[in-house]
């Protein structure tokens, strides 16, 4: 079953539980974005991961001269970290513990997917790849929304006591 | 009291520290993309916003199309923005002077 709950007894600490079928969709994703990232940069997909930092365009030019080489290499690296995490899993349905710090790249990375999908689904493709692009969007922000709340309960219960 | 001094006496130099006094804003700005949950969950953490004001931010960003959510020298916006990238959100530095624009 999937799903993200948090770990009794290990405050800040969730569990985030994958099948199969979403461990190999997850490690599929991260290539290519990857491969998106490294080889492909000026696809209008890619574009999309470096927003402007300046409305002014020469403002813009020089941030984005000091900053696209670190931003890119920060997304490859949250890429790898996911897909480092699902090769230490076994086969079947698999269980990973994120604290706060851990889940940051996963985060990032379901941002960074959903982003790249809505850049293509704004290309308007074959009707049957939309809809496959779109259920891929969907369960991307599920996934996301479900480590968001579990990890919000985990920060917001530490603060509290 | 008259001023001893009249302003146009100014020094370019100070002239240029003044300007720099002008603070400048990191400006987040609504996407289609990111829920809402984790815009407010990006300001919890890395700003360090206690939940209820982070969450006012983000109903900003959503509602409004943009919220400041810190002002200082242009060094530490370029930082906030670079952050907010790297979170995937969409950001940009302003001088607080250009806010209508």
Redesign the interface.
């Known amino acids: 079953m999937t799903g993200v709950e948090r770990l009794p007894g290990s405050p800040g600490v969730v569990r985030l539980a994958l099948e199969a079928a979403e461990v190999e969709i997850l490690r599929e994703l991260a290539r290519q974005l990857s491969e998106l990232l490294t080889s492909r940069p000026d696809d209008s997909a890619a574009r999309a991961?470096?927003?402007?930092?300046?409305?002014d365009p020469a403002?813009q030019a020089e941030?984005d001269r000091f900053?696209r080489a670190?931003?890119g290499e920060?997304k490859v690296a949250a890429a790898g970290a996911i897909a480092e995490a699902l090769d230490r899993t076994g086969a079947d349905g698999v269980l990973i513990e994120l604290d706060?710090e851990r889940a940051w790249p996963w985060?990032?990375f379901l941002?960074?997917v959903?982003?790249v999908l809505?850049a293509r689904l704004s290309e308007g493709g074959p009707p049957e790849e939309q809809s496959i692009q779109a259920a891929l969007s969907d369960w991307a922000?599920y996934l996301?929304?479900a480590l968001?709340?579990a990890?919000?309960d985990t920060?917001?219960g530490g603060?509290e006591s | 009291m008259p001023h001893e001094t009249p302003l146009l006496d100014i020094e370019l130099e100070s002239l240029d520290a003044i300007v720099r006094l002008v603070p400048w804003q990191t400006v987040v700005w609504d996407d289609?993309?990111?829920?809402m949950?984790?815009v407010?969950?990006v300001f919890?953490?890395y700003f360090g916003f206690?939940?209820d004001k982070a969450e006012q931010l983000m109903m900003r960003v959503h509602t409004e199309g943009s919220a400041v959510v810190a002002t200082g020298n242009r060094e530490a916006m370029?930082r906030h923005?670079?952050a907010m990238?790297?979170?995937?959100?969409?950001?940009?530095?302003?001088r607080a002077d250009d806010a209508a624009?």
């Open positions: 991961l470096f927003p402007s930092g300046y409305a403002a941030f900053t670190e931003l920060r706060t985060l990032t941002t960074d959903r982003q809505a922000a996301q929304g968001v709340d990890l919000s920060t917001d603060a | 289609p993309v990111n829920l949950s984790y407010t969950y919890q953490q206690p939940r370029e923005v670079l990238h790297g979170y995937g959100l969409n950001a940009t530095v302003r624009s």
